[in-house]
């Protein structure tokens, strides 16, 4: 069975354009660079441009692993019940030995996010748990920074008539290529120098936060009172940042955040979601959790609560955080009022958190600290780490200082 083309309802040019700044700003591939890839199938032409932009940027070796939505509904379908609790961790640790070996990463995003909505939750729940501990060796060089990575975005179709749910496919696939392609900045005349000029933004407000040397962050708004202390020594970063290797990438396209380490043991209070978190074919909608000395001691959704309990219980450092992060209601992503139903979008039109793994490059020197170092500083560890938005327009953030005295930081989801 051949996949249905909807490549003809995406703009041709600016999919060029999205795959030589996923080359040249995303990556920063180096001469001589391998690169390993990760996409789904239907993001075949994304893929064949990147490869092309790759090699004329000196490319060593591009190396492409395909996932496709059929073939992993048919496991759900008709696998033994043993397969559920398997995963390739010789696939992982063969990424990890490319990573080691100075390969760079990037990986296309555009699953549909109801994939697994129908299917049976502790399957899924054991899947991912499984496929989280095989694939921890290929995430500790991307979650260290290690390497230079890098995520961006085709519009598959099940994922566009998710989004634009009233529209044909074919012109909801247009339409959902048109919003990836100006969150990414390819929609402009010059798309290398838009970034530049974006990345300088970003350091900007990571510089503000690093001089104010803030202890915690308040955020304040329906259904959320939640303070988080933030780790000792940490350090705000956005956009454009440099890996240990000495290449200078961008993690993420889009991105509009600036982001640190908390401290895992000094969150305290209450939070709600204020969009839904799509998690490997999941919809999760409508969170709300408490935590206590940095752990969530309750939590629920509307939808999806099995599976996000299963997630909680993945580890020990599941239900602490590992990241926050900081961007004003009106970023772009947030003004086109698209609904992405993908974290690697909406995450970028709301401030939101992370559950579990830290980035170790979020601390003054991060590069030289061990990962004991990294704990004792506040640093969580983890199997997982799960993006969620807890920001709008009616959210308010106060940075306090280690003395107790507060300074407004966003008001109605906007820099104060």
């Known amino acids: 069975m051949s996949l249905p083309d909807f490549s003809h309802s995406i703009d041709p040019v600016k999919l060029e354009k999205l795959a030589e700044v996923a080359v040249k700003v995303g990556l920063g591939l180096q001469q001589g660079q391998d690169l390993v890839i990760t996409s789904p199938i239907n993001a075949l032409p994304l893929v064949r441009q990147i490869t092309k932009h790759a090699y004329m940027a000196g490319a060593g070796l591009v190396t492409t692993f395909y996932a496709d939505e059929e073939a992993?509904?048919?496991?759900?379908?008709?696998?033994?019940?043993?397969?559920?609790?398997?995963?390739?961790?010789?696939?992982?640790?063969?990424?990890?030995?490319?990573?080691?070996?100075?390969?760079?990463?990037?990986?296309?995003?555009g699953d549909n996010p109801m994939m697994l909505a129908g299917q049976d939750s502790s399957k899924v729940a054991r899947a991912n748990k499984a496929n989280s501990i095989a694939y921890k060796p290929a995430l500790e060089p991307i979650s260290n920074f290690n390497i230079n990575w890098n995520i961006c975005s085709y519009p598959n179709?099940?994922?566009?008539?998710?989004?634009?749910?009233?529209?044909p496919?074919?012109?909801a696939v247009k339409k959902l290529a048109d919003a990836i392609f100006a969150a990414s900045r390819v929609d402009q005349a010059d798309p290398i120098a838009a970034w530049a000029a974006h990345n300088g933004e970003l350091a900007k407000r990571s510089r503000w936060l690093n001089d104010q040397r803030f202890s915690a962050l308040?955020?304040?708004?329906?259904?959320?009172?939640?303070?988080?202390?933030?780790?000792?020594?940490?350090?705000w970063f956005g956009g454009a940042s440099t890996a240990k290797n000495g290449i200078t990438c961008n993690?993420?396209?889009?991105?509009?955040?600036?982001f640190t380490t908390p401290h895992a043991l000094r969150v305290d209070g209450v939070v709600?979601?204020?969009?839904?978190?799509?998690?490997?074919?999941?919809?999760?909608d409508n969170i709300q959790v408490r935590f206590e000395a940095g752990r969530i001691v309750e939590a629920k959704a509307s939808k999806g609560e099995d599976v996000l309990l299963k997630v909680l219980d993945t580890d020990e450092g599941a239900r602490r955080l590992g990241e926050v992060a900081l961007v004003p209601h009106s970023s772009p992503i947030s003004a086109s009022?698209?609904?992405?139903?993908?974290?690697?979008?909406?995450?970028?039109?709301?401030?939101?958190?992370?559950?579990?793994?830290?980035?170790?490059?979020?601390?003054?020197?991060?590069?030289?600290?061990?990962?004991?170092?990294i704990k004792t500083q506040g640093g969580n560890s983890s199997l997982i780490h799960i993006d969620w938005m807890i920001g709008s327009d009616q959210v308010d953030i106060d940075g306090v200082r280690a003395d107790g005295s507060k300074a407004p930081v966003m008001r109605k989801g906007e820099w104060a």
């Open 337 to 373: 009022g698209v609904l992405f139903y993908n974290t690697l979008f909406d995450e970028n039109a709301s401030c939101h958190i992370a559950l579990g793994q830290c980035y170790s490059k979020c601390f003054l020197n991060g590069a030289s600290l061990s990962p004991d170092e």
């Open 169 to 171: 496919l074919d012109e």
């Open 72 to 109: 992993t509904l048919a496991r759900y379908q008709h696998a033994p019940d043993a397969s559920f609790d398997r995963a390739s961790d010789w696939l992982y640790e063969g990424m990890a030995k490319a990573y080691a070996n100075g390969a760079a990463r990037l990986a296309i995003s």
């Open 218 to 235: 308040h955020f304040t708004g329906p259904g959320t009172d939640l303070t988080v202390g933030l780790a000792d020594g940490h350090e």
């Open 272 to 284: 709600s979601s204020t969009k839904p978190l799509s998690h490997q074919g999941t919809l999760i």
């Open 251 to 258: 993690p993420n396209i889009p991105t509009e955040e600036v």
């Open 157 to 167: 179709p099940s994922w566009a008539k998710l989004v634009f749910p009233d529209l």
